[in-house]
């Protein structure tokens, strides 16, 4: 398919917009693979009036598009959870659009290694959570482990057969090229600063001007809290924004994995640890670490945004989430700004990796991601994705439905979130809040 028309000088990347309409049925704030995803979901259900509005001057300029690229098959999360049910629908229809579009992905599986005895109760624990939710998971000795993943050292494993490998940003811009060719308008370089119910309609407030809109769906992301709290919406979280910084793997060491090697996770912490990833494009890399960024795009130590890292050290559920994971926060600190450390901790999997064999990503955009993720007044971590919304939407009252957490598997699931979010918006769905 043809690349999507360009904007006009001063936008560069943007997409060209189709003549302002002064209302739409829906607009959708953001341009990651959420919500582009929505609008697609949107015209599916036959709206005809859709509109995206993105801050930057493309598309999956953020988590979408800084991330390791990895289809996750449903494993980890809890069962009947969001995560759960629309991660393992998400990797089926996401290596499906990418083979009906001929976009670039692998089924290539992972293994999760313990490295260590005492981490065999958390992974029968994997075992039980991915068999409930419907994840062929196959147990592995340390035999077993060698034959799928020659150069890991384990005790045991798991083999995970679905787990896959796509290009995130790739599958956002089709998406989006498709909804254009059905009458979606999508505005880029375009900032929203809020979302305000009235009466008979939401006034989305915008950089360039207003937008109105029948219902507004939220998914900003790094920047959802803050636009919740402009519309005059308490959204019941804070942001923290995660930087995880990747490394690429070279050498006889990049050559040895075959494909996707995972830890077993520590379940206080969203984060799925430090593992090693064979992209679509044949290089390996590792990582992420996950440290406090110092802004909310903030992709390296020297990104510093005085008043939003106030924000977040000021907060009392960053105070409460610091005073209990603060080692933790310090190892994570450590990997970020020592490679020998980082290189350590990618030698429990895989022995004998030194700081030698670690170099920066080829590509920039794969240096570092941010992970948006959403904290609560008494330190807990949001552990599945968050969707609130203002307003009940009941004999055609506007409405904003806010996506306040959306972090991994959001990209797999990205899909049946789409249709999840359709399907509150026309009152089909009782999972989640409402406000009034």
Not at 162 to 179: H, K, N, V
Request: with cysteine.
């Amino acid at each position: 398919m043809a690349d999507a028309p360009r904007a006009g000088a001063g936008e560069p990347g943007g997409w060209s917009v189709p003549g302002p309409s002064p209302r739409h049925d829906v607009v959708v704030v953001g341009g990651g693979i959420v919500g582009v995803a929505v609008v697609t979901a949107l015209l599916d259900a036959g709206h005809t009036s859709v509109a995206l509005v993105e801050r930057e001057s493309s598309l999956a300029a953020h988590q979408t598009g800084r991330n390791s690229n990895v289809i996750h098959s449903g494993l980890y999360y809890a069962p009947g959870s969001l995560k759960a049910r629309l991660a393992v629908a998400g990797c089926a229809e996401t290596k499906a659009f990418c083979a009906e579009q001929d976009l670039p992905y692998l089924e290539c599986g992972k293994v999760v290694a313990a490295t260590d005895e005492s981490e065999l109760g958390r992974m029968a624990e994997l075992v039980r959570r991915g068999r409930a939710n419907g994840v062929e998971v196959q147990e592995l000795d340390a035999a077993g482990v060698r034959d799928r993943e020659p150069a890991v050292s384990a005790v045991a494993g798991l083999w995970v057969p679905s787990t896959g490998i796509c290009d995130y940003e790739a599958i956002t811009r089709r998406l989006a090229e498709l909804a254009v060719a059905r009458g979606a308008v999508l505005h880029t370089g375009r900032a929203v600063r809020s979302a305000v119910r009235r009466r008979s309609d939401v006034v989305v407030h915008t950089d360039a001007g207003d937008l109105l809109a029948g219902q507004v769906v939220v998914c900003a992301g790094l920047r959802s809290d803050e636009i919740a709290r402009a519309s005059g919406f308490d959204p019941g979280v804070r942001i923290v924004p995660f930087r995880g910084e990747y490394s690429d793997l070279r050498g006889p060491k990049a050559d040895a994995v075959r494909g996707l090697v995972y830890p077993v996770p520590d379940p206080a912490f969203p984060f799925l640890g430090v593992h090693a990833t064979r992209g679509v494009d044949g290089s390996v890399h590792v990582g992420p670490n996950a440290v406090l960024a110092l802004a909310r795009e903030g992709y390296d130590w020297r990104t510093l945004k005085v008043r939003e890292l106030a924000g977040t050290l000021t907060d009392p559920g960053f105070l409460a989430l610091a005073a209990k994971q603060w080692r933790y926060g310090l190892g994570e600190m450590h990997r970020s700004v020592s490679k020998a450390a980082m290189a350590e901790a990618v030698s429990k999997m895989l022995p004998g990796t030194t700081a030698d064999d670690l170099q920066p990503p080829h590509d920039v955009m794969r240096r570092a991601g941010v992970r948006a993720q959403a904290v609560r007044p008494d330190g807990a971590l949001v552990d599945d994705f968050l969707f609130v919304q203002d307003g009940s939407g009941g004999d055609g009252e506007p409405t904003v439905l806010h996506v306040l957490n959306a972090p991994s598997p959001a990209a797999t699931a990205a899909l049946p979130i789409g249709r999840e979010i359709v399907s509150r918006l026309e009152g089909k769905s009782t999972d989640g809040a409402v406000a009034s």
